[in-house]
């Protein structure tokens, strides 16, 4: 088979990560490639790199045999490439037939395109009458419109109910049929071997291998959580008093969520990025209300009350999207007297020293910090000031450098009084960090570990 992309050498530097470190990647025409990795492996900074978001800093990238420089998604567009994220381009109040020719594209062209895989396009329904696997396929169909011979996939089956799955490998297989080129990113090994017609794995920004069929899962779960899978960590453990519990939560993603928290714990649940574990966090803070299901802190039910509420019984939350905790049209010191009434200055600075937060002065505005020093900001005023009872906390460590990460687990075990329930994405970090760790996938807990913890196990309870 002819290459229709290759990128060479790939390299991506964000502020204190190196995303991607001389990746090599190829995909063929008329091929299924599948990118494998856990959640932060760099899958989608590579996806954004060949979609044009993202300009890599080092390396090259040849399209049919030609270097080319992707300058943008427009530009991706013109060389043949699309992408079908999580988030569609549809506007949900008009058509299909109105976001069709919204979007350029000849009404008649997409409906015989469509026909070509075997959709058929609801063209008079809206948008917001169609279940994710219509709105889907109505994306694909848009890509085939525009003569596109590439077509990345991210994480497509994440929102998708079974049947819609099935339906979309089937359509996968026609576009390749049809010569087109297919790059379906996931960190579900099964799907991968079910689809691809080869795999390339991806760990912590680095390639692990890319490996042909017939695949062999135990070999590619070795790859995705290489030099960890084969140990078992051991590491004491005495929990105490049951502090908080949920029975049978449910939310719209969640579904009959059983979890507990003793006192003195540090709770991990691990899981891949849009499984579930963002609503879990702020339905166990009380930031949203469950649909069903208890919540119980010190024996005291406390389902459907008020986030307020949450926060006179001691819980801190802090949330993934940093944006939804911090008013960043208002200033550093502003935004710490959202919860500090007395002498916030020096408690600011004392805090700015603790952490290393870098802010030209307290009164600039916080959408000025870096994403980890507003992480970190954050960490100060609910963590360090607020010495709360019961902290949940969303990825607390993503966007911070090693050491200010491992300050954070130690302001943790001596400030927070009861204990600590977050949801973390390394497997690493998990079982060096937690007393305790639940494995979630597609909303529903799939593991509950304790020391020993075997690495093996819980990679797997991962991805089923």
């Given at each position: ?14 502020p ?9 990647f190829d ?6 490639h599948?990118?494998?990795?856990e959640?932060g492996a760099?899958?989608?900074?590579l ?16 399209i ?15 060389l043949?490439i699309s992408l079908?994220s999580q ?5 949900d ?7 069709l020719?919204?979007?350029?594209i000849?009404?008649?062209?997409a409906v015989?395109m ?5 959709v ?9 009458e ?8 109505i994306?694909?169909v ?8 590439l ?5 497509p089956?994440?929102l998708?109910?079974?049947s819609?799955?099935?339906a979309l490998?089937?359509?996968?297989r026609?576009l ?13 090994i099964?799907?991968a071997?079910?689809?691809?017609d080869?795999?390339?794995?991806l760990?912590?920004?680095e390639k ?5 069929k017939?695949f062999?899962e ?13 140990r ?14 949920a ?8 579904t009959?969520v059983n ?11 691990l899981?891949v990025a849009?499984?579930g ?5 702020e339905?166990?803070?009380?930031f949203?209300?469950?649909q069903g ?5 010190n024996?005291?039910d406390v ?10 019984k ?15 049209d208002?200033?550093v010191i502003d935004?710490?007297r959202i919860?500090?009434?007395d ?6 600075e ?6 290393d937060?870098?802010f ?20 100060a005023?609910?963590?360090l000031y607020r010495k709360?009872?019961?902290?949940i906390?969303?990825y607390?460590t ?6 200010t990460?491992?300050?954070?687990y ?6 927070v ?6 949801s973390v ?7 060096e960090?937690a ?5 979630i ?7 509950v570990?304790?020391?020993p913890f075997?690495?093996?196990e ?7």
């Amino acid at each position: 088979m002819e290459f229709f992309l290759r990128a060479v050498g790939i390299k991506k530097f964000f502020p204190g990560v190196t995303a991607l470190n001389g990746v090599d990647f190829d995909v063929k025409i008329g091929e299924i490639h599948g990118l494998l990795g856990e959640n932060g492996a760099g899958k989608s900074t590579l996806i954004s790199i060949l979609y044009g978001v993202y300009k890599p800093d080092a390396g090259e990238i040849y399209i049919r045999g030609r270097k080319t420089s992707i300058n943008s998604p427009s530009h991706a567009a013109r060389l043949g490439i699309s992408l079908i994220s999580q988030h569609f381009a549809l506007i949900d109040t008009l058509t299909v037939r109105e976001n069709l020719k919204l979007a350029g594209i000849d009404v008649s062209k997409a409906v015989e395109m469509g026909k070509s895989l075997g959709v058929d396009l609801p063209l008079e329904k809206y948008v917001y009458e169609l279940t994710v696997g219509e709105r889907q396929r109505i994306e694909i169909v848009k890509a085939l419109a525009r003569n596109s011979e590439l077509i990345l996939m991210d994480e497509p089956t994440s929102l998708l109910s079974p049947s819609e799955v099935k339906a979309l490998l089937n359509i996968i297989r026609n576009l390749a049929k049809m010569g087109k080129a297919v790059v379906f990113v996931t960190h579900k090994i099964k799907e991968a071997i079910e689809i691809a017609d080869r795999i390339t794995v991806l760990r912590r920004g680095e390639k692990v291998g890319t490996y042909e069929k017939p695949f062999e899962e135990g070999e590619l779960l070795t790859a995705m959580f290489q030099g960890v899978v084969q140990r078992r960590v051991y590491k004491s453990y005495n929990p105490g008093d049951i502090i908080c519990r949920a029975e049978g939560l449910r939310g719209i993603k969640v579904t009959d969520v059983n979890i507990e928290l003793r006192r003195g714990e540090v709770v991990a649940v691990l899981g891949v990025a849009g499984n579930g574990q963002e609503e879990l966090m702020e339905l166990l803070s009380g930031f949203k209300k469950p649909q069903g299901g208890r919540i119980i802190i010190n024996g005291e039910d406390v389902t459907g009350k008020p986030y307020t509420y949450f926060l006179k019984k001691g819980v801190a939350y802090l949330p993934e999207d940093r944006g939804r905790a911090l008013a960043k049209d208002l200033s550093v010191i502003d935004n710490f007297r959202i919860r500090c009434s007395d002498k916030c200055l020096e408690v600011l600075e004392e805090a700015r020293k603790e952490l290393d937060i870098d802010f030209p002065s307290p009164g600039a505005k916080a959408a000025s910090l870096s994403g980890g020093n507003q992480q970190k900001l954050l960490l100060a005023r609910e963590v360090l000031y607020r010495k709360p009872y019961i902290l949940i906390a969303s990825y607390p460590t993503r966007g911070l450098d090693v050491e200010t990460a491992e300050k954070f687990y130690a302001i943790v075990r001596e400030t927070v009084s009861g204990g600590v329930i977050l949801s973390v994405e390394d497997v690493e970090e998990a079982v060096e960090k937690a007393d305790k760790i639940y494995t979630i996938s597609q909303g529903r807990i799939t593991g509950v570990f304790t020391p020993p913890f075997d690495i093996s196990e819980i990679a797997d309870a991962m991805t089923q």
